[in-house]
T-cell receptor, first 111, second 114 residues
Framework: GEDVEQSLFLSVREGDSSVINCTYTDSSSTYLYWYKQEPGAGLQLLTYIFSNMDMKQDQRLTVLLNKKDKHLSLRIADTQTGDSAIYFCAESTGTASKLTFGTGTRLQVTL | DAEITQSPRHKITETGRQVTLACHQTWNHNNMFWYRQDLGHGLRLIHYSYGVQDTNKGEVSDGYSVSRSNTEDLPLTLESAASSQTSVYFC?????????????FGPGTRLTVT
């Protein structure tokens, strides 16, 4: 079955890099996503990576995918206080757009 | 601008009452989803629809129902509210953009069952 796991909490200092990790179990995943949820709001799509890619970079965000280990990570460079939020990884297995979400990682950015 | 809205944003109800949460999207997306968010569980899928008259059960569908009579709306009904259904509920819609499905989320409804 599908299962997506994340650590619950990460604290970093402003200006440092943040790395949020995710593991998934479904080897037939086609796309993997990172979403951001700010307090009191819905989820916003940050970025995604196709399963045949190893890396994707988008400004301060770098996504790394290790398909062999079913491990996905999101690196945020030069982390700012505005990056404080909950980050969810999610996978889809190609049938339309149904996603399975991880438990979310709360990122706290300290001064 | 296209958007997805939910109403009400906050609701308090009593055990045993029927409750309906509204979701409306103007993206013209065929796919719509309902999730609940609880601490330690992330988002769990309740029901989803791939088009008018189509509805499917998700992983936590017991006690919930949906209907899809048009493209824009997917209301979620709790037939007989239970305290275990106290949660934050999110509606989402998705469409194909640049070869990948992107889900857009509403702002959420916080439901408390007393």
């Amino acid at each position: 079955g599908e299962d997506v796991e994340q650590s619950l909490f990460l604290s970093v200092r402003e200006g440092d890099s943040s790395v949020i990790n995710c593991t998934y179990t479904d080897s037939s995943s086609t796309y993997l996503y990172w979403y951001k949820q700010e307090p009191g709001a819905g989820l916003q799509l940050l970025t995604y990576i196709f399963s045949n890619m190893d890396m994707k970079q988008d400004q301060r965000l770098t996504v790394l995918l290790n398909k062999k280990d079913k491990h996905l990570s999101l690196r945020i460079a030069d982390t700012q206080t505005g990056d404080s939020a909950i980050y969810f990884c999610a996978e889809s297995t190609g049938t339309a757009s149904k996603l399975t979400f991880g438990t979310g990682t709360r990122l706290q950015v300290t001064l | 601008d296209a958007e997805i809205t939910q109403s009400p944003r906050h609701k308090i109800t009593e055990t045993g009452r029927q409750v309906t949460l509204a979701c409306h999207q103007t993206w013209n997306h065929n796919n719509m989803f309902w999730y609940r968010q609880d601490l330690g569980h992330g988002l769990r899928l309740i029901h989803y629809s791939y088009g008018v008259q189509d509805t499917n059960k998700g992983e936590v569908s017991d006690g919930y129902s949906v209907s899809r009579s048009n493209t824009e709306d997917l209301p979620l009904t709790l037939e007989s509210a239970a305290s275990s259904q106290t949660s934050v509920y999110f509606c989402a819609s998705s469409g194909l953009g640049a070869g990948v499905y992107e889900q857009y989320f509403g702002p959420g409804t916080r439901l408390t069952v007393t």
